[in-house]
Antibody
Framework: EVQLVESGGGLVKPGGSLRLSCAAS????????MSWVRQAPGKGLEWVGR??????????DYGAPVKGRFTISRDDSKNTLFLQMNSLKTEDTAVYYC????????WGQGTMVTVSS | QSVLTQPPSASGTPGQRVTISCSGS????????VYWYQQLPATAPKVLIF???QRPSGVPDRFSGSKSGTSASLAISGLRSDDEADYYC???????????FGGGTKLTVL
């Protein structure tokens, strides 16, 4: 069974940092392009960014609101995706989901990040 | 304000057919695949349609997707009470170099 499990969310002050993880199982993680998508409370979905598989150069792309502050990385030996979030703002408060491939065909359950003083 | 425009709400009665529209531009829908997601209350989204009109295994054929020019539509036939959810369209945007989502449509089954 394909499964994604996010962790690492919590409460952080504005300007702080947080690192989210997404543990993958049930598929060949190293072959997958992986994305992060977020959803602010009561709002719609917003794409955060993606990382391609290493055979596609492993490059990253980011949405404008997070570019320069967030970094996506992966550890294929541990089947884990990461999202390093720096210089956090109150508007980054959201549930963060990881998802597979260009179709986002599998999603995790999400992890809540709250940025507040 | 989303780059992809969806109606904020839609409704229908059980058994009816409803359609949800998604309007974009030449830099996204006009040149890229469209995807549709269903988000039931308090759950993660789930893909309903990929690459304009393809259904993943397990998605009933009551759900169908279409695209014409810079617009796309999701049709749900034989509406059921458990179809009540938020529906989002999405596409890659070449100008923004990123994925964009529609603002979402809340479907109510009356």
């Amino acid at each position: 069974e394909v499964q994604l499990v996010e962790s690492g969310g919590g409460l952080v002050k504005p300007g702080g940092s947080l690192r989210l993880s997404c543990a993958a199982s049930g598929f060949t993680f190293s072959n997958a392009w992986m994305s992060w998508v977020r959803q602010a409370p009561g709002k719609g979905l917003e794409w955060v960014g993606r990382i391609k598989r290493k055979t596609d150069a492993g490059t990253t792309d980011y949405g404008a609101p997070v570019k320069g502050r967030f970094t996506i990385s992966r550890d294929d030996s541990k089947n884990t995706l990461f999202l390093q979030m720096n210089s956090l703002k109150t508007e980054d408060t959201a549930v963060y989901y990881c998802a597979t491939n260009d179709a986002f065909d599998t999603w995790g359950q999400g992890t809540m990040v709250t940025v507040s003083s | 304000q989303s780059v992809l425009t969806q109606p904020p709400s839609a409704s229908g009665t059980p058994g009816q057919r409803v359609t949800i529209s998604c309007s974009g531009s030449s830099s996204n829908i006009g040149s890229r695949y469209v995807y549709w997601y269903q988000q039931l209350p308090a759950t993660a989204p789930k893909v309903l349609i990929f690459r304009n009109n393809q259904r993943p295994s397990g998605v009933p054929d009551r759900f169908s997707g279409s695209k014409s020019g810079t617009s796309a539509s999701l049709a749900i036939s034989g509406l059921r009470s458990d179809d009540e959810a938020d529906y989002y369209c999405a596409a890659w945007d070449d100008s923004l170099s990123g994925v964009i989502f529609g603002g979402g449509t809340k479907l109510t089954v009356l």
